[in-house]
């Protein structure tokens, strides 16, 4: 068979891809003699499209996934996509906008109509590019957070968690963002420093002439205060216990109350108590039955509560109220500070804590087996580092606010009666019902649902279970077969949002974990360490790099960089890296393919075929214990250094036969066993040059495919051959060495002489040694003496000869080695003098002087072959 002369990775990824698709390899059924691997994608958002991060996640997926399929379990990676109500619903207002439709003017079901369109037509567009990366996921399988199957289970789920006394709704400080119009929970803000200002105001005391001066970064919320709190171990402010004081503007007396909670340090040691917004504030409210005055609007705007300014946005207000506070003559000054503003995940709005009635779900008591599991290794985090944040979280975690004002997403199944009472059910049917017991008058058309949906996690936490059916249909046979699920692949930065939920969920629904292993990625930054978004300019195209790297030289070109854990600092280097890498495999495939290959056999190759299956195996244990310990990068640069040294670099110029002559069959066909070897162990890595390779080394039958050819396994190997190997190849670098040291041209044969204790190995490798591509010898000699005339070098305790004489200039090499040598004995002798300084010796650092005491050797080392290789000069 022939190999191309050029790889052609346009074509070929094509080709084997829509093979492997229209052969159905990557479709998994239940087949009880297969032990099942499951995987779940983590659902990208709907409104996305691929970039760096979901290159490596879905990279090291699909390397864990083809690996199983090879070991013969029944591999499934589950597909998929989440609604992600924020984004999308963002997406849609923007494109009614675009069109003169506001979002106000439609009814939910219009709205939803149009949501529906859009995410038909831009929907699958990453699962899509994901094909072109090499993604083996079942795509029969593909499934939705907001289709019926998964629908339903988030239903039942609310419903479920809500008669277990979970689920409530009440009126609590959550995180509001103006621009979605919409509550958010803790893990959806973005905290980030930035610079700000500290502004000092004064606040006259009722019945007095004094002031006090309070400092705050959000002077428009002063228009809702309720209280001025001090510490009471302060004692600049004891003589005001008891007394009110005045709001700036609004001229509303509140009253000084006293608690530890205020930092005496921070800013004046008096704090603006403004229950409707701040979380801490609102506490203290709770504490001291303070008034809630709620100055913003849902659109973040001055409220009629605020009084003045009512209308302006919050940052235009904060301006105004300084200066008319300044026009008061009650502002005293703005100092520059650093502090912390949340930021919304999605719209980066600036979030403003905001009391809101929504549902909320308590989590106390699912955290318990979710923590306990983790910390007991029964579901193992890779690498393990990150179970101190799982740990931290899962210890401190808070009711989850699961409501969000949004049309896009799961509709809070909750019915509300004329009285303001509500029920909670799976569908208008079960509220009907639901609504009789307490009010048996009730009709349908009475009943009116909540308008707002569920939090997007509130789909994602169920998602193991749900790809299968399994909270609709817990006795079903896929359910039972693939699920708990094997690995989980995610970010470090959804360890909250989405991996400890979906531990909850699993022991809360399903009474077992969700997936025994849970592996880790860092981020993709860029050189400098910043985080790759487009935005920056500094994220190149996934699709792009593919075009220009091959789709197996990505995929590789990340992962040489992408240690467990860490963050990858990414250069389109690496990506260039994979692609050469890629071709050094493709050039020695042709190169073998192209041998003319006699009918006869022989045993002249033996040792070396012996040999390289010993270090295949050697190879493939070291492989499979990164596999195990999900060290993917570290098998990957395993597997890296077998081809390019040991099978490129060794093996092949061992084997090669002589210039026009043909290579024996016996070699060859081993050759082609050990290539099928060495495509089988990289196939999860590059799966399109390996399928390729595959199909040309060998006539295949139809569906003989290497994505389901069988991994290899690890025998029993010849450590000592290894060894011996190991050895000998040290040698021949040592006479390569020499012949670059003294310009012997590569065409011209030598003689070499070896001094040994253990003759073995070399008589072994004989011929190897001997051949052109090796070190050409025309005469392997054992010696006991040194031999006159000749270089010597010395490989551990084995010394060799080469002799000079025809080779070099005798002279000249003496004149060399006599001037190196005169250099090595006035550095010993400077070192010699240094360390014979006991100042030196007693006051400098241990590092140092064993630094000098490793030269003095090292200088002595060399000044004994130089003159020994003088000596047998004459």
């Given amino acids: 068979m022939s190999i191309a002369s050029k790889y052609n990775p346009e074509e070929v990824e094509s080709k084997w891809y829509s093979t492997w698709l229209e052969k159905k390899v990557f479709s998994s059924?239940?087949?009880?003699?297969?032990?099942?691997?499951?995987?779940?994608?983590?659902?990208?958002?709907?409104?996305?499209?691929?970039?760096?991060?979901?290159?490596?996640?879905?990279?090291?997926?699909?390397?864990?996934?083809?690996?199983?399929?090879?070991?013969?379990?029944?591999?499934?990676?589950?597909?998929?996509?989440?609604?992600?109500?924020?984004?999308?619903?963002?997406?849609?207002?923007?494109?009614?906008?675009?069109?003169?439709?506001?979002?106000?003017d439609l009814t939910r079901e219009e709205f939803l109509k149009h949501a529906w369109e859009w995410t038909d037509t831009y929907g699958g567009i990453i699962l899509d590019q994901l094909k072109k990366l090499g993604a083996s996921c079942d795509w029969d399988r593909q499934a939705f957070t907001l289709d019926k199957e998964r629908s339903e289970s988030v239903i039942k789920v609310f419903v479920d968690l809500y008669r277990k006394g979970y689920i409530y709704r009440g009126a609590r400080m959550v995180n509001w963002d103006p621009e979605g119009k919409t509550a958010l929970s803790d893990e959806e803000v973005i905290h980030e420093e930035v610079n700000s200002k500290l502004y000092h105001v004064k606040y006259k005391i009722v019945d007095s002439d004094e002031f006090?001066?309070?400092?705050?970064?959000?002077?428009?919320?002063?228009l809702g205060d309720s209280a001025i709190c001090i510490n009471p171990d302060d004692e600049r402010y004891s003589h005001l216990e008891g007394k009110k004081v005045i709001v700036p503007l609004v001229n509303r007396e509140i009253p000084i109350i006293f608690d530890t909670y205020v930092d005496m340090e921070f800013g004046t040691g008096c704090l603006k108590v403004t229950p409707a917004h701040d979380i801490n504030d609102y506490e203290l409210g709770l504490k001291y039955n303070l008034e809630v005055i709620d100055i913003l609007t849902d659109e973040g705007k001055i409220s009629e509560a605020g009084q003045f300014f009512v209308g302006e946005d919050r940052f235009v207000a904060r301006k105004n109220v300084i200066k008319a506070i300044d026009e008061l003559g009650q502002f005293v000054e703005a100092k520059d500070i650093v502090n912390s503003v949340g930021?919304?995940?999605?719209?980066?709005?600036?979030?403003?804590?905001?009391?809101?009635?929504?549902?909320?779900?308590?989590?106390?008591?699912?955290?318990?087996?979710?923590?306990?599991?983790?910390?007991?290794?029964?579901?193992?985090?890779?690498?393990?580092?990150?179970?101190?944040m799982y740990r931290s979280w899962m210890e401190n975690v808070r009711d989850w606010c699961i409501s969000r004002q949004l049309w896009w997403g799961h509709q809070i199944p909750a019915w509300y009666l004329p009285s303001g009472e509500f029920v909670v059910a799976e569908n208008t049917e079960e509220a009907l019902v639901e609504a009789q017991k307490i009010d048996a008058s009730i009709t349908a058309d009475q009943l009116k649902q909540?308008?707002?949906?569920?939090?997007?996690?509130?789909?994602?936490?169920?998602?193991?279970m749900s790809v299968f059916d399994g909270v609709n249909n817990p006795d079903n046979e896929e359910y039972k077969y693939y699920y708990p699920t094997d690995t989980l692949v995610t970010g470090f930065d959804i360890i909250f949002f989405w991996v400890a939920r979906m531990i909850m969920a699993g022991y809360e629904f399903a009474g077992e974990l969700p997936f025994k292993n849970v592996y880790i990625t860092g981020m993709v930054r860029d050189e400098q360490g910043h985080k790759m978004s487009k935005s920056l300019g500094n994220s190149p195209d996934p699709l792009d790099l593919i075009k220009e790297y091959t789709a197996d030289g990505v995929r590789t070109g990340m992962l040489f960089s992408a240690p467990a854990g860490n963050d990858l600092l990414f250069n389109e280097k690496l990506c260039l890296q994979g692609r050469n890498f890629g071709n050094k495999i493709w050039n020695s495939a042709k190169l073998v393919t192209g041998w003319e290959v006699s009918e006869e056999g022989s045993d002249v190759n033996a040792v070396a075929i012996q040999w390289i299956n010993a270090r295949i195996n050697q190879?493939?244990?070291?492989?499979?214990?990164?596999?195990?310990?999900?060290?993917?990068?570290?098998?990957?640069?395993?597997?890296?250094?077998?081809?390019?040294?040991?099978?490129?670099?060794?093996?092949?110029?061992?084997?090669?036969?002589?210039?026009?002559?043909?290579?024996?069959?016996?070699?060859?066909?081993?050759?082609?066993?050990?290539?099928?070897?060495?495509?089988?162990?990289?196939?999860?890595?590059?799966?399109?040059?390996?399928?390729?390779?595959?199909?040309?080394?060998?006539?295949?039958?139809?569906?003989?495919?290497?994505?389901?050819?069988?991994?290899?396994?690890?025998?029993?190997?010849?450590?000592?051959?290894?060894?011996?190997?190991e050895h000998i190849q040290n040698v021949i670098s040592a006479v390569r060495n020499i012949r670059n040291a003294k310009q012997i041209a590569k065409k011209d044969a030598i003689e070499l002489f070896v001094k040994t204790a253990n003759q073995e190995p070399f008589k072994k490798y004989e011929t190897i040694i001997g051949k052109y591509s090796m070190a050409n010898l025309s005469k392997l000699e054992f010696v006991s003496e040194p031999v006159e005339g000749a270089i010597k070098d010395v490989v551990v305790t084995d010394e060799i000869f080469v002799p000079l004489a025809g080779n070099v200039?005798?002279?000249?090499?003496?004149?060399?080695?006599?001037?190196?040598?005169?250099?090595?004995?006035?550095?010993?002798?400077s070192v010699s003098k240094k360390l014979s300084n006991e100042r030196f010796v007693n006051n400098a650092p241990e590092q140092v002087v064993n630094a000098e005491k490793?030269?003095?050797?090292?200088?002595?080392?060399?000044?004994?072959?130089?003159?020994?290789?003088?000596?047998?000069?004459g």
């Fill in 29 to 104: 059924t239940i087949d009880k003699d297969k032990e099942p691997f499951t995987v779940v994608i983590p659902p990208p958002n709907v409104t996305g499209v691929l970039h760096m991060g979901h290159m490596l996640n879905n990279t090291i997926q699909d390397i864990l996934v083809r690996k199983a399929r090879m070991e013969g379990k029944a591999a499934c990676w589950v597909p998929g996509t989440d609604h992600a109500s924020i984004a999308t619903e963002s997406k849609v207002v923007k494109k009614l906008a675009e069109q003169g439709i506001s979002k106000e």
């Fill in 343 to 388: 930021r919304s995940e999605r719209t980066k709005a600036v979030v403003e804590p905001k009391i809101s009635t929504q549902w909320f779900c308590k989590m106390s008591d699912m955290a318990t087996p979710a923590l306990e599991n983790v910390l007991n290794d029964t579901i193992k985090i890779h690498p393990p580092k990150f179970k101190n």
């Fill in 450 to 464: 909540d308008d707002d949906a569920l939090d997007t996690w509130f789909s994602s936490w169920l998602w193991p």
């Fill in 619 to 725: 190879v493939l244990a070291e492989v499979e214990d990164h596999y195990s310990k999900y060290r993917i990068s570290d098998a990957l640069m395993a597997i890296y250094k077998l081809v390019f040294d040991d099978f490129c670099g060794w093996y092949l110029e061992m084997i090669k036969p002589e210039y026009l002559k043909p290579i024996d069959k016996t070699t060859y066909e081993a050759t082609i066993d050990v290539l099928e070897k060495v495509l089988k162990i990289l196939h999860p890595f590059m799966p399109f040059i390996t399928e390729e390779l595959w199909s040309s080394i060998r006539e295949r039958a139809e569906g003989d495919l290497i994505t389901i050819a069988e991994y290899p396994k690890v025998e029993e190997y010849d450590q000592e051959l290894l060894k011996e190997t």
């Fill in 212 to 222: 006090i001066t309070i400092a705050t970064t959000r002077p428009e919320t002063i």
């Fill in 854 to 873: 490793k030269k003095m050797a090292d200088a002595e080392a060399k000044i004994k072959t130089l003159e020994e290789s003088l000596a047998a000069l």
């Fill in 809 to 829: 200039n005798v002279e000249e090499e003496k004149a060399k080695l006599q001037k190196d040598l005169d250099y090595q004995k006035g550095f010993l002798t």
